[in-house]
Every structure is written in C-alpha cells, then in structure tokens.
C-alpha cells in the first residue's frame, strides 16, 4: 500500500483571499515503511508574504524570490501523489489550498477522500487531550527538537512517526499483509495462520516456582478456580 505524507506552508489561511502556498514536503510511505521517494518544493507565491505567517515558517520574499512557481511544479506534484492516500495533519486546511492552486491551473483536483486526517484520528483516539503535532510527539516520545520553525518537509518526517503510531506502532498488521501471506489454488489471498512449533518449548518455572505456588494454592481451599 502506497501512502504519501503531506505538509504545506502557506502566506495564510484563506486561498480565496489571496493566499498561496509556499512550500510543499512530502514523503512516500509503501507498506507503512518510508522510502527514499520525496517530494520537496520551495514556491514563489507572487505576492508578498505577511509577517504572521513569516514568524509561522520564516520563508520570506528574499528567500522564495525566484523559486518556481506553483504552474511550473503542479503537474509534478500530481505525478508524485497518484493514487496514494494522503495522509495529512489536518487535512482540510492543505486540501483547501492544494485543490485551489490545481483548480487556477485547470488541473484535476484532489478528492477528500483520497486524504486520510491524523487531527481527526488523533481527537478519535484520545478525545478532550491536545492532537496538534507538537502534543502528538510529546505523547509518543517522538524527537520534535529541530521544528523551530514550521517546515513542510520536517513536518513530513515527523507527522509519518506520528502517524504510524496513531495506527498501531511501526508494524500495525505485523507485517502479515497480503503479500507475505498464502494464496489459494484459485489465487485469492488467504489469511495467515502460524504452523505449529515442531517440538514443544521447556517450561520456564523452576521447581522451586512450582512448589510456591502449589503452597499458595492449598492455602485458598478448595473453592481455588486453580482447583477447578
């Protein structure tokens, strides 16, 4: 299964007020595992950048003067994602603006239902506590030291170690997917079962850890459920 993990920063809130995105981090999931396959892109919103939102991600107009615009990477970033789910801290806020930006160029847009939200998953999990991707990490015990600043591409890395916890832990199916599993004559997947251990392993509890508890047991009476 191929996911991507996504993050944007943007001059602001509102696409329809003006606002644009201006950098774009991404990385390639397969099977839960990352991979080398990144998308990263710094962007040239054309338009001045508000100092609330420099304070946010200090991307200021020297640094993104001259770097491509979103018409020079769109179709790019299309190729990238595919049909891979998208796995998004907060996803209507990124899938507003993504789906803008595609929508001024004429090229096809985003389902939401192609994104999958770790804010909505993280509410589900532990209702009424903090879900922002700083508390997230601070639940997990997951290393945030170098987010200084927001960066859409840190941000990535750090939001795949959240979201392969919010899900299981790194291995949320112990890796019996249907590619390491059985297949039938007639080629359908069949669940994996554990064949049974050719010789019996030796019992752990020493004689004396017996005795114990034998002891322990006489002294409940004979309603004991061990009795039983």
Not at 100 to 111: H, I
Not at 129 to 136: F, H, R, Y
Request: hydrophobic share 40%; with cysteine.
């Amino acid at each position: 299964m191929r996911e991507i993990v996504l993050d944007t920063e943007t001059t602001g809130f509102d696409p329809e007020s003006g606002d644009r995105i201006v950098e774009i981090g991404a990385i390639e999931l397969v099977g839960h595992i990352p991979t080398k396959n990144v998308f990263h892109e710094y962007i040239d919103p054309e338009r001045g950048m508000p100092q609330e939102a420099f304070e946010v991600h200090g991307l200021g107009d020297d640094f993104l003067r001259g770097k491509p615009k979103f018409a020079q990477i769109g179709q790019k970033f299309l190729d990238f994602v595919g049909d891979a789910k998208l796995v998004i801290h907060n996803a209507a806020f990124d899938m507003k603006f993504l789906n803008a930006e595609l929508k001024w160029l004429g090229l096809p847009q985003l389902p939401y239902d192609q994104a999958i939200d770790t804010l909505e998953i993280a509410r589900r999990r532990f209702p009424g506590s903090p879900a922002s991707l700083d508390a997230l990490c601070r639940r997990f015990s997951i290393d945030n030291s170098a987010r200084t600043l927001h960066g859409a591409l840190l941000d990535s890395e750090i939001l795949a170690e959240v979201y392969l916890e919010l899900i299981g832990g790194r291995q949320p199916d112990f890796a019996l997917s249907a590619s390491a599993g059985q297949r039938s004559q007639a080629g359908e997947t069949v669940a994996w079962t554990p064949s049974p251990r050719p010789k019996t392993l030796p019992s752990r509890i020493t004689d004396n850890e017996k005795q114990a508890h034998s002891e322990f047991v006489a002294k409940l009476g004979d309603n004991a459920m061990w009795s039983n």
